[in-house]
């Protein structure tokens, strides 16, 4: 199986700064044959399902604040929010859809400082 | 706008098979275009993918439960369908269906959730 590890688990940043998170692969989710990094971002509040925000590790889904963004490639990926809101606080997770199993990180906790 | 809708029993005893039932509102789930999957979240833990089933009733499932797993669909109902046998406490968790986009005829990332439900597992 593909393991996703998230770090850090847990941080706190002060409002209007940026929050980063970061998710490494065991193996690399970038498929050859069209050049794309198949690692999905989920945003989860408190007492919610999951909400997607991010797929092709960089494509924003509709809707989705512009403030969120994806980067990276292969084994490591960043998820970040420029500008920390008070409506962020909330639990991300990656996930890679490279190859079942489908796998997702630990998750990372964002709070306010 | 599409909806999500688990519903099932709360408390399963150990041993016994847990089964649940997603309900699709809004939209069709004999469509082409997307997988329909369960996911769950053990109290206070992170997201395990359980399996995934397509209209024509090809499935995918996390090999770790293949052998206790069965999901169905129901494209007359817009439903689909979990069953996991011989259940433990370890299967105590809120259980979410999904809508998941795919290609190359596997599921891949998820894109609407249902709120979830709570299933515990005791005597």
């Known amino acids: 199986d593909f393991v996703m590890t998230q770090s850090p688990d847990s941080l706190a940043v002060s409002l209007g700064e940026r929050a980063t998170i970061n998710c490494k692969s065991s193996?690399?989710?970038?498929?050859?044959?069209?050049?794309?990094?198949?690692l999905a971002w989920y945003q989860q509040k408190p007492g919610q399902p999951p909400k997607l925000l991010i797929y092709?590790?960089?494509t924003r889904e509709s809707g989705v604040p512009d403030r969120f963004s994806g980067s990276g490639s292969g084994t490591d990926f960043t998820l970040t929010i420029s500008s920390l809101q008070a409506e962020d606080v909330a639990v991300y997770y990656c996930?890679?859809?490279?190859?079942?199993?489908?796998?997702f990180g630990g998750g990372t906790k964002v709070e306010i400082k | 706008q599409l909806q999500l809708q688990e519903s099932g029993p709360g408390l399963v005893k150990p041993s016994e098979t847990l089964s649940l039932t997603c309900t699709v509102s809004?939209?069709?789930?004999?469509?082409?275009?997307?997988?329909w999957g369960w996911i769950r979240q053990p109290p206070g833990r992170g997201l395990e993918w359980i399996g995934s089933?397509?209209?024509?009733?090809?499935?995918s499932y996390n090999p770790s439960l293949k052998s206790r797993l069965t999901i169905s669909v129901d494209t007359s109902k817009n439903q689909f369908s979990l069953k996991l046998s011989s259940v433990t406490a370890a299967d105590t968790a809120v259980y979410y269906c999904?809508?998941?986009?795919?290609?190359?005829?596997?599921?891949?990332?998820?894109?609407?959730w249902g709120q979830g439900t709570l299933v515990a597992v005791s005597s």
């Open positions: 999904a809508r998941e986009w795919y290609d190359y005829s596997v599921p891949r990332y998820f894109d609407s």
């Open positions: 809004g939209g069709s789930i004999n469509t082409y275009t997307y997988y």
């Open positions: 089933i397509y209209y024509s009733g090809s499935t």
């Open positions: 193996q690399s989710v970038l498929y050859s044959s069209d050049n794309k990094n198949y």
């Open positions: 092709w590790a960089s």
């Open positions: 996930q890679q859809y490279y190859t079942t199993p489908l796998t």
